[in-house]
């Protein structure tokens, strides 16, 4: 006697049958077609092995089975084998009419799933104890526009034997050691919101998140925790049509020769429009068993975006940037560390016409004029800004106990701004901050302890810079003359500003701020450039004593004594809050002739001093 789910199960496949044998309608029959294109599109996920069957229900919806589905990477060559194919097994879903080609669609997935190789053998079994997943489907379009996909009570069972080979590929399978058994997860969550501004052209975000996982090596010890991963996309203006004609003309050589380059160009930048995604993790930890090696990672973010600089422009600007805290890691031989760290790259006004330009010029002939790759060059990129920053370094190199040699740093700061790059009068801004370098006594420094500085701040902007004159009079290779950098800098008004250099030694330390700038004339008197700094040198002759300890030749002694005695001659000395004796310098120069410090006049004293 056959049981009721038994029953049921044969009833559902007659009547699925029967109703496939009897003529489906227009309308059926466009969606079942739909989706056998997007099962056999080649960069399509989704590949089905068996049939699919549509049954039409009477309040207009469509009940679709589709036999033998697998989840793939479709990036794989197609001469290439199938690695890690998850084979899903039958699919269903009632896909109910919303609105003319939309479709909301609820899905019925399988609780249990295969992963194979290419070979057929069998890697692993995948469990799911919750199952939902549900959205809006377009069939003009392939694509579900909005989806909500829930799965709970993960488990993937691994063959320790079959799964072996492809873990290691025959080499060591480094920090985690052993070859994983099971991986586990609490929930794996999945949004979509498309929302259509026009027809097919497409904006909204995607998110993936994966929370509670846990992989176990094959006799069931740990190997690794995560306690949360997330993904997520933001799509701005995609054109999907045009993708889908893009494609098709990529697939014909002889079409795509004949296509205009820069009209190409300005079409595959309207279609792809933008994204920006970030990828988060939180606190994720492994090792090997026995705590031999080890890591944890409290938290770590991915930034990235590729989007138009303004709207409707052809230019784009490309952002990279990583976050992270709480790092650390280990093994026998050592133990390391931070407690924060960030990297940060933003690329302004990419320019695609120019460097279609370039490439174009550099294809077409060994050589070309100079001046269209200078030109070209100027117009490829507006700016560049990249920042870093470490917090909290500290470690341990070799085993714990007095072989091992310690070490630490504060923090460390790092900053360049490269701007208005497609002008000719750019901007600049550096900075650099590091402090707190600890525990040198180890060596693992080759620098003299009282060389190794305890802070060191550098802060600097500078605009108007004559890149324009230095490029139109040098070519290439940069050569100028220095007049024409000087009316350059004149005619832009340049100006640079160093807000602070300091360099604080354990014997010594230096401070420097100043400014240059451009002084209007007055009368007859031209334009000119001018300066005004303080130096301020904290123990010079200490400085000056080890500065002669490490000299090399008797040519340099004589020299640093003539440098120390000049600045003695014409600085004026203060007393630091400590008592420790200050040489301060106020160093004023124009274009104009004029060089002093503390209202000196130092030209004399700089043409014999050093004799």
Do not use: C
Request: aromatic share 4%.
């Amino acid at each position: 006697m056959l049981g009721r789910a038994a029953l049921v199960a044969v009833f559902t496949w007659g009547v699925l049958h029967a109703g496939a044998a009897a003529a489906l309608s227009e309308r059926a029959e466009s969606v079942r077609d739909a989706w056998l294109e997007v099962l056999s599109a080649p960069d399509s996920p989704l590949r089905m092995e068996g049939e699919l069957d549509i049954l039409e229900r009477p309040d207009g919806s469509l009940h679709m089975v589709m036999d033998s589905v697998l989840l793939r990477d479709p990036s794989r060559e197609e001469s290439a084998p199938e690695v890690g194919v998850l084979e899903l097994g039958t699919l269903t879903a009632i896909l109910r009419p919303v609105a003319e080609g939309r479709w909301d669609t609820e899905w019925e997935i399988p609780g249990g799933m295969r992963l194979r190789d290419g070979r057929g053998n069998t890697l692993g079994i995948l469990e799911i104890d919750e199952r939902s997943l549900r959205g809006l489907w377009a069939q003009d379009l392939g694509t579900m526009l909005t989806a909500d996909l829930r799965l709970a009570g993960l488990s993937l069972t691994l063959d320790a034997d079959a799964f072996a080979a492809e873990w290691s590929s025959g080499e060591d399978v480094g920090a985690l050691g052993g070859v994983p058994g099971r991986i586990l997860a609490e929930e794996l969550r999945l949004g979509l919101e498309l929302v259509e501004s026009e027809p097919g052209v497409v904006s909204g975000p995607l998110a993936m998140t994966l929370e509670g996982a846990l992989l176990e090596d094959s006799t069931g010890a740990e190997m690794a925790v995560l306690g949360n991963l997330r993904i997520g996309v933001e799509y701005l203006d995609v054109d999907l049509p045009a993708i889908s004609a893009l494609a098709e003309l990529a697939a014909d050589p002889e079409a795509l020769m004949e296509r205009d380059p820069e009209v190409l160009l300005g079409e595959a930048l309207a279609a792809l429009g933008g994204f920006e995604t970030t990828v988060e993790i939180i606190e994720l930890g492994g090792g090997e068993p026995g705590g031999a090696a080890w890591f944890n990672l409290g938290a770590a973010r991915l930034e990235s975006g590729f989007v138009p600089s303004a709207l409707g422009a052809r230019e784009r600007d490309l952002r990279l940037g990583v976050q992270g805290r709480d790092w650390h890691f280990g093994d026998g031989d050592g133990a390391h560390g931070l407690d924060a760290f960030a990297v940060d790259l933003r690329l302004d006004r990419i320019a695609p016409d120019a460097l279609l330009q370039l490439g174009l010029l550099s294809l077409m002939a060994d050589e070309f004029p100079e001046e269209d790759l200078v030109g070209l060059s100027q117009e490829v990129l507006g700016s560049i800004v990249l920042g870093m920053s470490v917090n909290g370094i500290r470690g341990r190199m070799g085993p714990e106990g007095p072989e091992g040699a310690v070490y630490g740093l504060e923090l460390l700061d790092f900053g360049l701004s490269l701007l208005e790059l497609d002008t000719s009068a750019p901007g600049l801004a550096l900075s650099y901050h590091q402090r707190g370098l600890s525990d040198l006594s180890t060596g693992l420094l080759p620098i003299p302890a009282e060389f190794i500085p305890r802070e060191v701040l550098v802060d600097l902007e500078a605009s108007g810079l004559p890149a324009g004159a230095v490029v139109d009079g040098g070519g290439l290779e940069l050569e100028v003359e220095p007049g024409d950098v000087l009316l350059a800098m004149l005619e832009n008004r340049t100006r640079l500003d160093v807000n602070a250099i300091v360099i604080d030694l354990p014997i010594a330390g230096l401070r420097l701020s100043g400014h240059v700038h451009v002084e209007e004339g007055d009368g007859d008197d031209p334009d000119a450039l001018r300066s005004r700094s303080e130096l301020e040198i904290r123990d010079l002759d200490t400085l000056t004593e080890y500065a002669l300890a490490f000299s090399t030749s008797e040519a340099m002694r004589q020299q640093i004594l003539g440098v120390a005695t000049i600045l003695k001659l014409v600085a004026e000395e203060r007393s630091g809050p400590e008592g420790e004796v200050i040489h301060h310098l106020l160093l004023e120069a124009s274009s104009r002739g004029e060089l002093l410090v503390n209202g000196t006049d130092i030209a004399p004293l700089l043409m014999g001093g050093g004799r």
